[in-house]
């Protein structure tokens, strides 16, 4: 069984840094194909794809946040640290971390976020 | 970035009811398309991959289709648990972005 797990503080002021962790459990992110991303959903409104980092420590970032975004990972601890800097109001939103991995469909692989966590709510304010 | 619109935005039908769900990407992403269902205050869940193929678990009465920039989603007969919002999002290339979502309401 596969889970993923975010913390990290509810409430943070404009301009500090969030740093949210997401554990997991189930799978290995030194499995070849394997990442964990990053993901967003501000009150109401549609998700928003952030980061990802891959087994081989491979990252992309958004390229509207990638000044802001760090993304690491403890593949012994099986952890994912995202860093957002510069944090804003606009900010405030649901952060899931998901596991991606690769499957085939015919002879093509493709990618898709199979299993989320619950996700952790952060609100920026003064 | 490749942009994802669905349509409708909103949809209101009712149980057993076929409910058709379209979503176009700007640019051809062939066959790099995935849908996922979410329910208020839950984590999105992940229904059909590469355009057509069905997540283990997900029931029958979901499926997917197109390829290119016109996709849909069809739930045959709907049921209770189906009311949610539903979401396509592109895996051909960096960022991965999703559509606006399509919000389906008991009528």
């Known amino acids: 069984q596969i889970t993923l797990k975010e913390s990290g503080p509810t409430l943070v002021k404009p301009t500090q840094t969030l740093t949210l962790t997401c554990i997991f459990s189930?799978?290995?992110?030194?499995?070849?194909?394997?990442?964990v991303a990053w993901i967003r959903q501000p009150p109401g409104k549609a998700l928003e794809w952030l980061a990802v980092i891959y087994w081989n420590d491979d990252k992309q970032y958004s390229p509207s946040l990638k000044s802001r975004l760090t993304i690491t990972k403890d593949t012994s601890k099986n952890e994912v640290v995202l860093t957002m800097t510069n944090m804003d109001p606009v900010d405030t939103a649901t952060y899931y971390c998901?596991?991606?991995?690769?499957?085939?469909?015919?002879?093509?692989?493709?990618?898709?976020?199979?299993?989320w966590g619950q996700g952790t709510t952060v609100t920026v304010s003064s | 970035d490749i942009q994802m619109t669905q349509s409708p935005s909103s949809l209101s039908a009712s149980v057993g009811d076929r409910v058709t769900i379209a979503c176009r990407a700007s640019?051809?992403?062939?066959?790099?398309l995935n849908w996922y269902q979410q329910k208020p205050g839950k984590a999105p869940k992940l229904l059909i991959y590469a355009a057509s193929s069905l997540q283990s678990g997900v029931p029958s009465r979901f499926s997917g289709s197109g390829s290119g920039t016109e996709f849909t989603l069809t739930i045959s007969s709907l049921q209770p648990d189906d009311f949610a919002t539903y979401y396509c999002?592109?895996?051909?290339?960096?960022?991965?972005?999703f559509g606006q979502g399509t919000r389906l309401e008991i009528k």
């Open positions: 640019q051809s992403i062939s066959r790099y």
């Open positions: 189930g799978f290995s992110l030194s499995t070849s194909g394997v990442g």
């Open positions: 999002q592109q895996s051909d290339s960096t960022p991965p972005t």
């Open positions: 998901a596991h991606r991995r690769p499957r085939m469909a015919g002879p093509t692989q493709y990618y898709a976020m199979d299993d």
